[in-house]
């Protein structure tokens, strides 16, 4: 048996004794009234009193220690276990001792029937016999309480019926050394059997808590889960939430192994729990995302304080790796919300912003994320409709080659315009629809409109013109996109030669996931474009192998370029590469003739921009264009 389990069997005693102790005093000083009142109607009224104030004494004296405070067990455990278990245990010996004084009383019953040789006689044997027993029977806890109390007034009883000299009087004191000696033996079998049955109930008890505390903290880093967060945080009042998760942790689990990245979550927890103030929360939700709740205005420490002291706290080295290579960025929600699942979500929203921004930073929840939050939900809940009535519409921008002004594509672009919210930006429209399960059904959507457009071209004789897709990662790694897109192409009668797909350069880093239905889509003629080129991180090889036709440079590196000469390098090496590749290279973002001008001599010929052409209906595309020419220079 463990010396905790010892230890909390020991109080299961104490706390016992206790309560059947105070049970049994209600029948011992009835039983002494009677005693009193018997005595006083033989004659023996003052013998009586005294006798009765002695008992009633030794009673008030067992009431107090079953009543007093004992350390360890009515203190919520705020004491230290040794403390505790030596305070039970001198609390047990005293109740045994008061039990012992008790007894001695009822040992002088005898002297208010002269020996046991008055009438009174049989009444007062039966009233030792009666309250012997009880004692045993209420004192099943702690066998030295009871055989403390019955062994005196048996004792003393069979001493007086010995003295007597009959041969009577003898057996009936053997009988009641007997019976001394049984009531014994019950109150040990008594009490092993309550450490037994104290020992499974305590063993049950601690399995449940190691099992509540598996279900509410983290097994790796011992701060709460999110199972455990949810519970405490939910009837918090505190007023700062913040979310945070880690810059570059991917890579150590890639470079280093899990079992390094390991000991980062659990030095990281180390290091968060150092930075909570009192009656703060920290948790770790999952993976490398944490959370810490607490009221700023309780503790006195300010959140934006706390922030840059736990940005800091992360930032210091960590063993066996570079310094720097691990991060936080945290969201950070202030004030009440309906529930903590409001809150987090809106510290996951300025996490997003903090993130986007760059590593090592934090962002408040503001109107400016509320109102994104609450177009995100409204578009999350009014896409099926708007797309089942046509508000969902499939616009068009020019894409021009500058070298004679002819129209070389168009550049298929999602719009709705929401009620409530206005203009709704591509993205988040494209994340409401795979919130709400419509991403194949939003891409169909967009191909049947691309399709339209391009039967629309090769009756006005620009059949040749190429009609290019954005395509999400979702959809390309999820949706059967290949056999999606040629089977819509074969149901209009079209080629495939004059589609486009455009992916994310980020999109381009998972080979695997598309590379076969890539695959697929370049054998039938399909063009693949890298749209947003030079922000990501594609290699050589990869461009080879998921058989780009295209890239497209990014508007952030082409926008101001004719005046931006840090900048120039970059989209020259990117037209470099794409005309040593034989890869045609679309400049996106062309606002200025200034730009136009710049990109015409570093020799990029495809361009795409609000100077040239803004986005516009497919009607109105169509109106605009002159074949078989537009000039834009």
């Known amino acids: 048996m463990t010396d905790a389990l010892n230890s909390a069997i020991r109080r299961d005693q104490l706390d016992a004794a206790r309560r059947s102790v105070l049970r049994a005093l209600l029948i011992n000083g009835l039983l002494g009234l009677t005693c009193l009142a018997v005595a006083i109607r033989a004659g023996e009224g003052a013998a009586g009193a ?173 701060l709460l889960n999110r199972a455990g967060f949810a519970e405490q945080g939910e009837h918090s009042h505190a007023s700062c939430l913040m979310l945070l998760d880690l810059d570059g942790f991917k890579s150590v689990n890639d470079i280093y192994g899990h079992g390094t990245g390991d000991q980062v979550l659990v030095e990281v927890g180390r290091r968060l729990r150092a930075q909570v103030p009192p009656r703060g929360l920290a948790a770790r939700l999952g993976g490398d995302e944490f959370a810490i ?10 959140f934006r304080a706390l922030a840059e002291a736990v940005i800091a706290a992360i930032a210091e080295p960590f063993d066996r790796f570079d310094t720097g290579r691990v991060g936080i960025s945290i969201g950070i929600h202030l004030g009440v919300a309906e529930s903590l699942t409001e809150r987090l979500v809106r510290a996951d929203e300025a996490l997003y912003m903090a993130k986007s921004t760059g590593r090592n930073r934090y962002h408040v929840f503001d109107d400016e994320l509320r109102d994104r939050l609450d177009m995100r939900r409204d578009a999350e809940r009014d896409l099926p409709d708007a797309l089942a009535v046509g508000a969902v519409e499939v616009w068009f921008q020019p894409i021009f080659d500058i070298r004679d002004g002819n129209l070389a594509g168009l550049e298929a672009l999602i719009r709705w315009h929401h009620p409530r919210h206005g203009w709704v930006p591509p993205s988040e429209l494209i994340a409401a629809a795979a919130m709400t399960g419509l991403t194949e059904s939003l891409l169909r959507f967009i191909l049947d409109g691309v399709c339209r457009m391009r039967l629309a071209l090769r009756d006005r004789g620009l059949g040749a013109v190429r009609t290019g897709m954005n395509v999400c990662p979702r959809e390309l790694a999820q949706a059967p996109l290949d056999q999606i897109i040629l089977g819509k192409l074969a149901a209009f009668g079209l080629n495939a030669d004059g589609l486009e797909i455009e992916l994310t350069e980020d999109m381009a880093l998972d080979v695997a996931a598309v590379s076969e239905k890539l695959t697929n889509l370049s054998h039938a003629g399909v063009s693949i474009a890298i749209d947003d080129f030079g922000v990501g991180y594609s290699s050589l090889s990869r461009l080879r192998q998921l058989r780009v036709n295209r890239v497209k440079i990014d508007r952030s590196l082409v926008t101001g370029l004719g005046e931006a000469d840090d900048k120039r390098g970059l989209v020259q090496a990117v037209i470099d590469l794409g005309r040593a590749l034989s890869l045609e290279v679309v400049a996106e973002g062309v606002e200025t003739e200034t730009d136009l001008t710049a990109l015409r001599e570093m020799g990029c010929s495809l361009v795409q921009g609000y100077h040239l052409g803004r986005p516009m209906r497919a009607d109105a595309m169509l109106d605009m264009l002159v074949p078989p020419r537009r000039q834009v220079a």
């Open 50 to 222: 005294v006798w009765f104030a002695a008992s009633l004494m030794a009673n008030l004296l067992r009431v107090y220690l079953c009543r007093a405070p004992c350390r360890g067990l009515d203190d919520d455990g705020a004491t230290a276990p040794d403390v505790a278990d030596a305070a039970v245990d001198r609390r047990l010996r005293l109740s045994a001792f008061a039990a012992l004084l008790s007894g001695s009383v009822w040992a002088f019953l005898p002297a208010l029937c002269a020996g046991y040789t008055t009438p009174q006689t049989l009444f007062y044997l039966t009233v030792t016999c009666g309250i012997t027993a009880g004692a045993v029977g209420y004192g099943t806890s702690y066998a030295r309480i009871p055989i403390a109390f019955i062994t005196p007034p048996l004792l003393s009883t069979a001493g007086c019926l010995i003295s007597l000299g009959e041969f009577d009087q003898s057996c009936l004191a053997g009988t009641v050394l007997l019976y001394l000696a049984a009531l014994a033996r019950t109150c040990f079998g008594a009490e092993a059997n309550f450490r037994r049955t104290s020992g499974l109930k305590n063993e049950a008890n601690a399995l449940a808590d190691k099992m509540a505390g598996r279900a509410t903290c983290d097994g790796l880093t011992g």
């Open 293 to 302: 709740l607490y009221d700023p205005a309780e503790t006195g420490v300010p």
